[in-house]
């Protein structure tokens, strides 16, 4: 009985977690939202990142999506299943971003 009740509230985590979980892109950053419990925002601009990479699973090489993974001094941000095309452009953006500002990293 104990099992069943873990199961459930696994499920219901999981689901509302994917229905709370929210990205913004923005012309000089982006912001994750995220949280079941407590919402969690994270801020990034794309001249503080330091690289990109994109991931792809099984699941989503066969529904043409990936995970856009941004890596900077504070710690990585993910963004998951992006489509493909998509997802491709926003590292092409975001790599300009970074390499054309004149702006001081710190």
Request: no cysteine; hydrophobic share 40%.
């Amino acid at each position: 009985m104990r099992e069943v009740f873990w199961i459930l509230m696994g499920t219901y985590f999981q689901y509302f977690q994917y229905k709370k979980w929210r990205y913004l892109f923005y012309e000089e950053g982006l912001m994750t939202i995220s949280g079941v419990i407590e919402r969690v925002h994270k801020v990034l601009l794309h001249r503080k990142v330091q690289g990109v990479r994109l991931k792809q699973s099984p699941y989503q090489r066969r529904k043409n999506l990936a995970t856009i993974i941004l890596h900077s001094a504070s710690g990585d941000v993910k963004i998951p299943y992006v489509q493909m095309d998509h997802a491709l452009q926003m590292k092409n953006y975001i790599l300009y971003k970074v390499e054309s500002s004149h702006l001081k990293w710190m």
